[in-house]
């Protein structure tokens, strides 16, 4: 499920197509499924206001992100177990959709498959890769571009890619 916040100003943009709540929805589906993730997951479309306040009340950091991911309890709402939540800052999304040079829809996608991946239990902060490994074998069947765990790696461990 796709919440959008009413705070959430309008993308003025023409790289704004495909982010319809409808479009997103449908992706979502699809994702999950690639995960393998169980129960009903929801996406937060909010600000970076909203990001800073959960991140400052849940992990203690006083600055906006870009993604967070909030698992289920094993909570059974209507007798469907919920997956988790998961919020994502419009707005730094379109900061970084900018910078990577692809349209917000392609951005919103990443960052739903990485908060998606934290729900499944991944958590590349602690973990030995496998995470990232699963994160980019999942984008390269989903046709998602360069995603966040690559970002964040040093241009020196990088692995470089070989062209035929």
Do not use: C, W
Request: net charge positive; aromatic share 2%; proline share 6%.
């Amino acid at each position: 499920m796709i919440l959008l916040d009413p705070e959430l100003e309008p993308d003025p943009s023409p790289h704004g197509r495909g982010t319809s709540t409808r479009a997103l929805a449908h992706y979502l589906a699809q994702a999950q499924a690639a995960v393998r993730l169980r129960g009903q997951a929801t996406v937060l479309l909010t600000t970076d206001a909203t990001l800073r306040d959960l991140n400052k009340r849940f992990r203690g950091k006083d600055k906006p992100t870009d993604v967070l991911s909030f698992p289920a309890t094993n909570l059974v709402q209507n007798q469907e177990k919920s997956a988790g939540d998961v919020a994502i800052s419009v707005e730094t999304a379109r900061r970084q959709a900018a910078e990577q040079g692809h349209p917000l829809a392609a951005e919103l996608k990443v960052l739903i498959l990485h908060g998606l991946l934290h729900l499944a239990g991944y958590d590349h902060e602690s973990d030995t890769g496998q995470m990232h490994r699963r994160e980019r074998q999942l984008r390269a069947r989903l046709g998602l571009p360069q995603g966040l765990i690559e970002r964040a790696r040093p241009k020196s461990t990088r692995k470089r890619s070989r062209k035929p």
